[in-house]
């Protein structure tokens, strides 16, 4: 079964620093397009990075090369460091898997920033 656990939220102050982590289990993190994801109350969930299994990494416009998204073979972890965090980062951080036709969810991590 597959379960990705996602830690490292909390409280920062504005232009702090912040690295989600998200532990995998059941899948090999190389071998499938990985994401995060955000959600503030009364918002839809957007896109924050993702990297495919080429490697590859999409940012969303709003990170403004302040956000890296990686990935541990070694630990079967998808990491997003945050850099320079604004209020507008507060939201819940999900990490994503897409693995054949299903998407797979952690529960999240709340990231705060407060203005």
């Known amino acids: 079964q597959v379960q990705l656990v996602e830690s490292g939220g909390g409280l920062v102050q504005p232009g702090g620093s912040l690295r989600l982590s998200c532990a995998a289990s059941?899948?090999?993190?190389?071998?499938?397009?990985m994401a995060w994801y955000r959600q503030s109350p009364g918002k839809q969930r957007e896109l924050v990075a993702k990297?495919?299994?080429?490697?590859?990494?999409i940012y969303a416009d709003f990170v403004n090369g302040r956000f890296t998204i990686s990935r541990d073979k070694t630990k079967d972890t998808l990491y997003l460091q945050m850099n320079s965090l604004k209020p507008d980062d507060t939201a819940a951080y999900y990490c994503?898997?897409?693995?054949?036709?299903?998407?797979?969810w952690g529960q999240g991590t709340q990231v705060t920033v407060p203005s």
């Open positions: 059941g899948i090999d993190v190389r071998l499938y397009t």
């Open positions: 990297i495919t299994t080429f490697s590859s990494t």
């Open positions: 994503n898997a897409i693995i054949g036709a299903h998407n797979i």
